[in-house]
């Protein structure tokens, strides 16, 4: 167990929005880097992640009656450095597909579900606990969508990294 | 009053220091996360943007300034320095940050380096090392391993590598951080406590580059916690970086000394007389 152990349910609440903050503006990152590279089609499902994402964020808010959102915290890292719902920067190719965008989404959201589980195991205050596993089981019906979302697009093309004019001279 | 006025100030958040322009990195750039780091580190400060100035040279990681909302100026090569120098002794008020590469700020900008270390004027410089020139097409850099083959360096440069890490603690450098991008919460932390530090502080983030040089993904499974805590003692943090594969990551060295004294025996002219001294 590596995330923080939060000592109410407004830490972790906090926690959890901060977490859903992260994989709203990480999406919205890769939906960037893909729309300025004209991959279109992938920029669009990362920026639908981005608006998922912020959706979630905005029902905690509602969930625990805040006007204002808490004072900014960075999230939790889990199973590695990063916080449990943030895809990882690193892997994605400007090439990429639909399908490949899907399972890096598939990964962030079985991650989640993973580390409000042991929250729920770990933690020794009731209101928390039952919160992680009111979350824990938010994520594993995203994990679901997603999977039935990835039946959905096809599979990507074998030669889908191939580039008629590379970025390197080596290539 | 309204809701609105009497509500209280939203807190600051990363956003309110990104721009509306979309970085033009290669997908799975180390930057993205540098700038995500620099933006929440800033959030944690919570400085006004306006109150903050960034200054850079030139290359991929320099282009940083454009992504945030903050005043920016992107320079020449390898001058970031001296013009963020410049910038902090006439606006002694801003917190003024430096970004750039490995490139820009070891090679062409290497003698500013040197002596911006040893001035310790009150920044913060970020280096973003990916071991590669990355936007010229990957020539080596001072950081390239010296048996790193390429078409241009075919069988490598065979020349040793640059420690930036020790040379600014023998420089100067009064705070030495190593952060790494695929690390952007822990990183924002190292950022934070940089640009709280009085005097120059220098933080060199390992920044993959995914194009020139992919086998740098690796670095996750490899960069580890600096085995050796905070110490203020410049030789025993140098022993350490000397001696070390330069995957440590955190905060290596703060010291004491006393920043350089802006505002003491300096006369602040009005802008209207600096323009009158330029006119022909």
């Keep these: ?129 039952k919160a992680a596993l009111e979350l824990q089981e938010e994520e594993r019906e995203h994990v679901e969508l997603v999977k039935a979302w990835i039946a959905r697009v096809p599979q990507p093309e074998k030669d889908w990294e191939v580039d008629p004019d590379p970025p390197r001279y080596d290539q | 009053m309204s809701d609105v006025a009497t509500a209280a100030p939203a807190a600051a958040t990363p956003a309110n220091y990104k721009s509306a322009v979309k970085p033009v990195w290669c997908p799975g750039c180390g930057d993205f996360s540098v700038l995500s780091a620099i933006t929440k580190a800033l959030a944690m400060i ?19 300034p454009a992504y945030t909302s903050c005043y920016g100026f992107h320079g020449v090569h390898g001058r970031a320095l001296a013009a963020a120098t410049g910038l902090k002794m006439a606006r002694p008020d801003l917190t003024v940050l430096v970004t750039g590469g490995d490139g820009d700020g070891y090679s062409i900008g290497g003698n500013h380096f040197l002596h911006a270390c040893r001035r310790n004027v009150d920044l913060t410089y970020i280096v973003m090392d990916n071991h590669v020139y990355g936007m010229t097409k990957g020539q080596p850099s001072p950081t390239t391993e010296p048996d790193w083959d390429s078409k241009l360096a075919p069988g490598g440069t065979k020349i040793r590598v640059f420690h930036p890490l020790v040379v600014a603690l023998a420089a100067g450098a009064n705070f030495v951080a190593r952060g790494f991008a695929g690390d952007p919460n822990g990183t924002a932390a190292v950022i934070a ?9 220098f933080v060199e983030i390992l920044s993959p580059c ?71």
């Design chain 2, 193 to 201: 406590q940089a640009i709280r530090h009085p005097g120059f502080s």
């Design chain 2, 46 to 64: 919570g400085k006004p943007a306006h109150q903050v100035g960034v200054v850079s040279g030139i290359g991929c990681s320099s282009r940083i």
């Design chain 1, 1 to 129: 167990m590596n995330a923080q152990q939060p000592k109410s349910i407004e830490e972790f609440m906090a926690q959890a929005y901060a977490m859903e903050l992260e994989a709203q503006q990480r999406y919205s990152d890769l939906a960037d880097a893909m729309e300025m590279h004209n991959n279109r089609e992938v920029a669009d499902l990362f920026h639908k992640m981005a608006t998922i994402e912020g959706k979630h964020a905005a029902q905690i808010m509602e969930e625990m009656g805040w006007k204002q959102p808490p004072p900014y915290m960075v999230p939790p890292p889990f199973e590695g450095l990063e916080a449990a719902e943030a895809v990882p920067i690193d892997e994605v190719h400007y090439l990429m597909r639909p399908w490949h965008a899907l399972q890096l989404a598939l990964a962030a959201e079985q991650r989640a579900e993973r580390f409000f589980a042991e929250i729920a195991m770990s933690t020794k205050v009731e209101s928390v606990r």
């Design chain 2, 210 to 280: 995914v194009t020139f040089r992919p086998e740098q993904k690796e670095w996750k499974s490899l960069v580890r916690p600096s085995p050796v805590g905070l110490t203020d003692d410049p030789v025993r943090a140098a022993r350490l970086v000397m001696s070390d594969d330069g995957l440590n990551i955190g905060v290596l060295y703060a010291g004491n000394r006393p920043a350089y004294p802006i505002g003491e025996g300096q006369q602040h002219a009005p802008v209207t007389d600096l323009e009158a001294e330029f006119l022909v």
